[in-house]
């Protein structure tokens, strides 16, 4: 080894050296004493092969800095709420659904202390977990009955497993869709044990193919809604009562997957027409099942809804117990039904994106822009479409204003400095161009996301 190498590799600072620079001390403050020393011997690890292939170390103050931004790029999102200027209101990755004031009031106020979650006040015994929630949840949709889960994939999962394992389940080719990442129909069905039997054709499935199929060993019909996707043409579905009728004649039960669907009619929001989980019900589904998130733009959980034979046996299955609602999400899902039971569905974000009026997008687009190009940017204001997103109302797009910046320099580094920004930012790329949708953006972060794009362009 080189005298000069000898002496860079001696000019390296020492961990404590370095973790006791006042240059860390906010950083300490926010990622913990343990995090940031980790971060500071991975900077020195990687000066050290630095300056073992021949390179200079840099003077004290430096390494600091180094840690600051090796510490960004590592925990970019820890504990940091993300401004989501996609335009897409329902973002699986960025946690679905906001929850309105009232819900987070409602968790305030009960999860840093204790809640009646399975204990009835009434005996003082141990009771229904969450049986106001479940209550509340058949008041809204007129089901007979409820269960909530951990979510909607454990909801079909439990439904499948509880009343079909072992036996067949009659489901349309058309219908074995795949959600996200991980939700497919056939490995959920293999997963739970039941057996899948596949009838009628990718763009045409008749009510007979069902009825055909049917046998001895026949444990259920299921009906799968396709949330992400839409078949057009030469297609044709049976309808659910014709379902109803068969699984009905043959005394099976007959379960809708409907994932997203609306409680409230969404043509409303100027979305097409979804199917309500009442009309599921009124059609004659003898279980639906719901993603919590989608449907009411609540906390992550599934919802399974209807008859009390069959949401008996659930309740009483082994699998439940790993399933089951969390306290959170059952504090936050009763705030939010209530809601929807006091006609204040005005006050969930989710809906409040969707209902935003377009004029109101154009004149909070153009002030942001109008900033922008003071700071010698070049913003304009663009007609769009916001998705739903989240897997739900597939197709369905909202007219909306977009922010269309134009960046010097490549695109892909802005982005990137935009999302490990403090607050994180995630937009779209369109055509050269770095696109905002101020719909699912909320008022009071305008001045933020204003001030990380300027940032990021200067940088
Ligand atoms: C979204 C969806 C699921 C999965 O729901 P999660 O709550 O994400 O687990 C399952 N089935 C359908 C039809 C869906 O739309």
Not at 31 to 38: F, G, I, K, N, R
Not at 77 to 97: E, K
Not at 219 to 228: D, E, W
Not at 438 to 455: E, G, K
């Amino acid at each position: 080894m080189s005298n000069e190498i000898q002496n860079e590799l001696r000019k390296l600072p020492a961990v404590e050296k370095v973790l006791a620079d006042p240059a860390l001390t906010a950083a300490i403050e926010r990622y913990s004493h343990p995090v940031v020393t980790e971060a500071v011997r991975a900077v020195i690890d990687r000066l050290r092969q630095s300056a073992a292939s021949g390179n200079k170390t840099p003077a004290p103050g430096a390494v600091a800095e180094l840690v600051k931004r090796h510490l960004a790029e590592e925990w970019p999102g820890l504990l940091q709420s993300v401004i989501n200027a996609t335009g897409i209101i329902l973002h699986t990755n960025l946690g679905r659904a906001p929850l309105s004031a009232e819900t987070m009031a409602a968790l305030a106020n009960i999860l840093g202390g204790y809640y009646a979650l399975e204990l009835d006040l009434n005996t003082g015994e141990r009771g229904i977990r969450a049986r106001e929630m479940e209550k509340l949840l058949t008041l809204l949709t007129g089901a007979e009955s409820a269960l909530v889960v951990n979510n909607n994939a454990a909801a079909v999962l439990l439904v499948l497993t509880a009343l079909a394992k072992g036996r067949e389940v009659i489901v349309s080719r058309s219908e074995l869709v795949q959600i996200g990442g991980g939700f497919r129909v056939p490995d959920v069905m293999a997963q739970s044990g039941a057996i899948m039997r596949e009838v009628g054709t990718t763009n045409q499935t008749f009510a007979r193919d069902f009825e055909q199929a049917i046998n001895d060993n026949t444990a259920m019909l299921l009906s799968v809604h396709r949330s992400n996707f839409a078949l057009r043409g030469f297609t044709h579905d049976p309808a659910l009562s014709e379902l109803r009728e068969i699984a009905g004649n043959f005394g099976l039960p007959f379960v809708y997957d409907l994932g997203s669907g609306a409680v409230v009619d969404t043509a409303g929001y100027g979305m097409s027409h979804e199917p309500t989980v009442g009309q599921a019900l009124d059609a004659g589904a003898d279980l639906v099942c719901v993603s919590g998130d989608k449907l009411l733009g609540g906390p992550q959980c599934g919802i399974i809804l209807g008859k009390e034979v069959f949401i008996d046996q659930l309740r009483k299955h082994p699998l439940l117990r790993a399933v089951r609602v969390d306290k959170y999400a059952a504090v936050a899902l009763t705030a939010t039904v209530l809601q929807y039971l006091k006609g204040d569905t005005g006050k969930l974000p989710a809906y409040a994106m969707m209902a935003a009026p377009i004029e109101e997008l154009d004149s909070r687009g153009w002030a942001m822009a109008g900033l922008l190009n003071a700071a010698g940017l070049s913003a304009e204001v663009i007609d769009g479409e916001s998705l739903a997103g989240g897997g739900s109302l597939p197709d369905e797009t909202l007219p909306t204003k977009l922010v269309a910046v134009a960046v010097r320099g490549n695109m892909d580094e802005f982005s990137r400095r935009l999302r490990l920004g403090t607050p994180p930012v995630l937009g779209r790329v369109w055509e050269g161009r770095f696109i905002i949708d101020l719909r699912t953006v909320f008022l009071t972060q305008d001045n933020d996301l204003t001030q990380a794009v300027i940032a990021a362009a200067g940088a």
